[in-house]
């Protein structure tokens, strides 16, 4: 068992087979290449994206369904070529799971990355930030229609 | 902006080191060559979009952010299985 500490979580324990490899990093971040996917109770359905060598570094995501429900999914072939998977079709006991990273630059505001989703796969701990060719989403969505202030003034 | 047309086989100058050249037109597609110093970033837009958005995204988050957007998306309707 392995431990890092987090500033978000503290100490966090670990084995190596909870670890995610992204091959390719994340843009912005090229040499982060081992992640744990954590979630905490008090704050599902959220998940953290926490760095195992970068302690301090750590993404909030939501599963991309919950965001976007009518999301359509892709993965280019260098992406599919990242999860080892082939060309078509899925290997046997794949289990793909998506996730938008979320950006709380403007905390009121929450937006979601819906031009570079995360795709893991849980069963081979492998994961990458797939950047779509299309131009049909945006990086910065809002994650919600009306802002959090908007919100309160509508229910007191 | 410099705007420049250009066919298949030619190119242009960027500042002393940088050399782009036009390969192959390919419908809507053109294949473009970049000759640049190693140290010099050469980025597709939507991977910089997304790099400025992760880079924004690594700062911490304040906890009652984080517990309001968690509580709107526990609220929001499942979605729907075909």
């Keep these: ?156 | 902006m410099l705007v420049i047309r250009r066919r298949a086989g030619e190119g242009f100058l960027i500042g002393d080191s940088i050399e782009v050249d036009i390969l192959e037109i390919d419908g809507n597609q053109v294949k473009i060559g970049i000759r640049a110093p190693r140290e010099t970033s050469i980025l597709r837009r939507e991977i910089a979009a997304t790099r400025d958005t992760n880079l924004d995204s690594a700062q911490s988050v304040e906890a009652t952010a984080l517990e309001h957007a968690s509580k709107r998306l526990r609220l929001s309707p499942p979605p729907k299985k075909d």
């Design chain 1, 1 to 156: 068992m392995q431990s890092i500490e987090t500033a978000r979580f503290g100490t966090v324990r670990f084995h190596d087979q909870e670890v995610i490899e992204f091959p390719a990093g994340l843009p912005g971040f090229e040499q982060e290449h081992s992640f744990l996917l954590i979630e905490a109770a008090e704050s599902v359905p959220l998940k953290f994206l926490q760095s195992v060598s970068s302690p301090q570094l750590s993404f909030v995501c939501a599963p991309i369904a919950l965001v976007s429900p009518s999301y359509e999914l892709m993965l280019p072939r260098q992406d599919r070529d990242l999860l080892a998977m082939p060309p078509e079709g899925a290997p046997s006991g794949m289990i793909l799971e998506w996730l938008a990273i979320l950006c709380f630059a403007r905390p009121e505001e929450p937006t979601a990355n819906l031009l570079g989703p995360v795709a893991i796969r849980r069963d081979v701990g492998l994961g990458v930030q797939s950047i779509r060719e299309d131009a049909r989403y945006s990086a910065r969505q809002p994650l919600f229609s009306t802002t959090i202030a908007e919100e309160q003034t509508v229910c007191s």
